[in-house]
């Protein structure tokens, strides 16, 4: 790593619900089992906007002033006490959720359910949500939540992991069935890679369920079947792709309410249904109880993506996982506002925003 760490630095700071802006703060020191990252890039995830806008204030972010932003990539500057596992200049990527490593969930694998959440002093960090994030020039994150890059991966393509993460963990809770059948809700771009990764681990047909020119870019580059369900019903068209059994699987990537009840619908006898897609605001759902229970029907509900950042740098480095297509605009952290605009309101036919805090 050439040249000094400042002092200072470039970050995006949320002041208060729905106002934002790049201010000058204190570059972080990196504490036990830290390091301090120079920040090449941060994607804007679909939870960014409603956090930025301050839906769940009070939780995330738990107070202002606040620095969100989770899906990043960049390189060690320096290492904080008791790192034997990283040195500086080594690029790495990152994960929003490091548990606190001792509870019960932590010790089985399943740190993103950490039983500490949200408790600082427990060693718990929800990078970007309740820990400080990472629009911002420099960042200090646990070393459990960081990963090594091969080194023909970009570090735009590195901000995908947790992306491509999100959509791998719904499809290892439902399995893929080899030559079967995934249905894919939601065509942004947790939809349109789990209809990717659903093909790289053996599915023969990819149904995409979407509207617009994301559903035209799903069927342009991921699907084999592309139905818009505002110009038919959903369910009535999987069926018919599916000769009347419905899909092995399917993985609801939009969180819009009434997809629940249609994915029961769509799915077949004995299938499996991964709900990764976050919901607006929190739902009481009435659902096709019967048909659940009768047709044997797995509801698996789908959070983050606990190990699988390794296996996703992998795909991206062998070429079997395709990202870099996803990636339309990019912004230096001065333009963050654009950005957002752009993302948001899906302005260029947008599909993934990067903001480079140090371009």
């Known amino acids: 790593m050439k040249g000094t760490i400042p002092k200072a630095m470039q970050a995006l700071v949320l002041t208060e619900p729905g106002k934002f802006a790049v201010q000058q703060v204190s570059v972080p020191v990196p504490g036990a089992n830290e390091v301090l990252c120079k920040v090449q890039a941060v994607a804007i995830c679909g939870t960014d ?31 904080g006490e008791a790192v034997s596992s990283y040195k500086a200049g080594e690029r790495v990527a990152g994960e929003a959720h490091s548990g606190c490593g001792h509870c019960s969930n932590c010790l089985n694998g399943r740190y993103n359910l950490c039983r500490n959440y949200g408790k600082q002093e427990a060693g718990h ?53 080899p030559g079967g059948t995934m249905v894919v809700i939601g065509p942004g771009p947790i939809g349109i890679i789990a209809m990717r990764l659903a093909r790289s681990l053996g599915a023969a047909k990819i149904v995409a369920v979407g509207s617009g020119e994301r559903l035209a870019f799903a069927a342009k580059t991921s699907a084999d079947v592309a139905i818009d369900y505002k110009k038919e019903d959903a ?19 939009s969180g819009a309410p009434e997809t629940f009840a249609q994915s029961v619908k769509m799915t077949r006898k004995g299938g499996r249904i991964s709900l990764v897609g976050i919901p607006p605001s929190p739902l009481t759902l009435e659902l096709p109880f019967l048909e659940i229970v009768l ?47 752009t993302f948001v309101n899906r302005r260029d036919g947008v599909i993934k925003v990067v903001i480079e805090p140090n371009a």
């Open 125 to 177: 960090r929800h990078y970007g949500f309740v820990s400080r994030g990472a629009y911002a020039q420099y960042g200090v994150f646990s070393i459990s939540s960081i990963r090594k890059m091969p080194d023909s991966v970009s570090f735009p393509e590195a901000t995908m992991i947790d992306t491509a993460g999100v959509a791998l963990h719904g499809h290892e809770l439902t399995g893929v069935t």
């Open 235 to 253: 369910v009535k068209a999987v069926l018919a792709a599916t000769n009347g059994l419905g899909a092995d699987e399917v993985s609801e990537c």
């Open 49 to 79: 906007p409603r956090i930025i806008a301050g839906n769940w204030a009070g939780t995330w972010p738990p107070a202002y002033p606040f620095t969100p932003g989770h899906e990043w990539a960049g390189e060690i500057v320096k290492v």
């Open 295 to 341: 047709n044997e029907i797995a509801l698996f509900g789908s959070r983050a993506n606990p190990n699988v950042s390794e296996k996703v740098l992998s795909l991206i480095s062998s070429g079997q996982l395709v990202v870099k297509d996803l990636i339309t605009h990019k912004f230096p952290l001065k333009d963050f506002g654009q950005g957002l605009d």
